[in-house]
Nanobody
Framework: QVQLVESGGQLVQAGGSLRLSCAAS????????MGWFRQAPGKEREFVAA????????GYADSVKGRFTISRDNAKNTVYLQMNSLKPEDTAVYYC?????????????????WGQGTQVTVSS
């Protein structure tokens, strides 16, 4: 089992920045592929970014490319999502997810473990 706990969500003005953190426990973090997803009210959960543990490859949704960066610190068992140039449409609950495969995926169905989510609100 893997436990994931997100933090860092808050209210921010458009154009601002936030860094989300996700602390993992229960399994060797370095062998977990990590992802970030988000869900806005009335919408489906959508992929944001992912980091594959084996290759170090990363993937991003088109809507966040160039603005968001996923990174990880294996010594701290933590994955981060640096979000810059935030827009009102980035408002959502952001979820951290993990899977034990070597490659990353943009599908929520491919992740086995989920955090409880952290709210990000971007005001215009």
């Amino acid at each position: 089992q893997v436990q994931l706990v997100e933090s860092g969500g808050q209210l921010v003005q458009a154009g601002g920045s936030l860094r989300l953190s996700c602390a993992a426990s229960g399994r060797t973090f370095s062998s977990l592929t990590m992802g970030w997803f988000r869900q806005a009210p009335g919408k489906e959960r959508e992929f944001v970014a992912a980091h594959a543990w084996y290759s170090g490859n990363t993937g991003y949704a088109d809507s966040v490319k160039g603005r968001f960066t996923i990174s990880r610190d294996n010594a701290k068992n933590t994955v981060y999502l640096q979000m810059n140039s935030l827009k009102p449409e980035d408002t959502a609950v952001y979820y951290c997810a993990a899977r034990g495969r070597t490659d990353w995926s943009g599908s929520a169905y491919d992740y086995d473990y989920w955090g409880q989510g952290t709210q990000v609100t971007v005001s215009s």
